[in-house]
T-cell receptor, first 112, second 115 residues
Framework: TQLLEQSPQFLSIQEGENLTVYCNSSSVFSSLQWYRQEPGEGPVLLVT?????EVKKLKRLTFQFGDARKDSSLHITAAQPGDTGLYLC????????????FGIGTKLQVIP | GAGVSQSPRYKVTKRGQDVALRCDPISGHVSLYWYRQALGQGPEFLTY????????KSGLPNDRFSAERPEGSISTLTIQRTEQRDSAMYRCASSLVGSSTDTQYFGPGTRLTVL
């Protein structure tokens, strides 16, 4: 059972377009992370958000944690072919260690 | 410095055989995680170690799966009497202390194929 739902699951856009990926859950998380995974590689952490309503920016990527800490979004401005990959959100509950639940992922393709 | 390494990178085995997958975490990392990842999907938690102690094995699918980390460093995930449904990418990750905001560093994975 996937506790974290991501949408859309697939996204193909032209270079230069903007996009938003959503991560939703019925559970409250103590922190939420976004990863990017390229083919043949393991996921690589992009950002961790911990405070409800928090917004973090990483160059052209903007991450937001929902006020209730149940959802998050990733917005990419002026997408580039190098942004192509699988974007995963992952939530952690408090409790001593980082047992992370991953979403199913959003597969993004940016066409030059 | 060296990242997380896993071996073998690819393993093909026949149904019914046992396999052992190895994970070498980043030196000094206390926490070690095993995941299973289906193609195009997010990793699925299997088990977690803090030093040598296996603190959570709730994600192991059944008793054919086991893991150990005897000296708090290298870990081995063992699958006994493999079945075709065990075919997947098995990933290991390590983190410095394992807190909820810590960064997990993933290895390249072992692609297991059970014929």
């Amino acid at each position: 059972t996937q506790l974290l739902e991501q949408s859309p699951q697939f996204l193909s856009i032209q270079e230069g377009e903007n996009l938003t990926v959503y991560c939703n859950s019925s559970s409250v998380f103590s922190s939420l992370q976004w990863y990017r995974q390229e083919p043949g590689e393991g996921p690589v952490l992009l950002v961790t958000v911990v405070t409800g309503g928090e917004v973090k920016k990483l160059k052209r990527l903007t991450f937001q944690f929902g006020d209730a800490r149940k959802d998050s979004s990733l917005h990419i401005t002026a997408a580039q072919p190098g942004d192509t990959g699988l974007y995963l959100c992952a939530g952690s509950h408090s409790g001593g260690y980082q047992k992370v639940t991953f979403g199913i992922g959003t597969k993004l393709q940016v066409i030059p | 410095g060296a990242g997380v390494s896993q071996s073998p990178r690819y393993k093909v085995t026949k149904r019914g055989q046992d396999v052992a997958l190895r994970c070498d975490p980043i030196s000094g990392h206390v926490s070690l995680y095993w995941y299973r990842q289906a193609l195009g999907q997010g990793p699925e938690f299997l088990t977690y170690f803090n030093y040598e102690a296996q603190q959570d094995k709730s994600g192991l699918p059944n008793d054919r799966f086991s893991a150990e980390r005897p000296e708090g460093s290298i870990s081995t995930l063992t699958i006994q009497r493999t079945e075709q449904r065990d075919s997947a990418m098995y990933r290991c990750a390590s983190s410095l202390v394992g807190s909820s905001t810590d960064t997990q560093y993933f290895g390249p994975g072992t692609r297991l194929t059970v014929l």
